[in-house]
Nanobody, 124 residues
Framework: QVQLVESGGGLVQAGGSLRRSCAAA????????MGWFRQSPGKERELLAA????????YYADSVKGRFTISRDNAKNTVYLQMNSLKPADTAVYYC?????????????????WGQGTQVTVSS
């Protein structure tokens, strides 16, 4: 089993920045890919960004490309999401995710492990 503990997030004004962190614990040797999703009321969970263990492959949704950056520190078993130029449309609950295969991270129905989720609110 893998446990994901998220931190960061909260309330920010439009145009501001936030940094989210997600620390993995447990059977971390099985984890190759990690990512960030978000979900707004009435909407499906949306993949924002994903990264492999070696950071050799990354994925960004068009909605965040150029504004959000995913990175990881394998020594700390932690993945980060730097969010810049935030907009009110970015308001959602943000979730960290992890899986043994990068391809599984790309589909929320296939992800093996989830963080607890944290609300991010961007005020106008």
């Amino acid at each position: 089993q893998v446990q994901l503990v998220e931190s960061g997030g909260g309330l920010v004004q439009a145009g501001g920045s936030l940094r989210r962190s997600c620390a993995a614990a447990g059977s971390i040797g099985s984890i190759n890919a990690m990512g960030w999703f978000r979900q707004s009321p009435g909407k499906e969970r949306e993949l924002l960004a994903a990264i492999t263990y070696s950071s050799s492959s990354t994925y960004y949704a068009d909605s965040v490309k150029g504004r959000f950056t995913i990175s990881r520190d394998n020594a700390k078993n932690t993945v980060y999401l730097q969010m810049n130029s935030l907009k009110p449309a970015d308001t959602a609950v943000y979730y960290c995710a992890a899986d043994s295969h990068f391809a599984r991270i790309l589909a929320p129905t296939r992800v093996s492990y989830w963080g607890q989720g944290t609300q991010v609110t961007v005020s106008s």
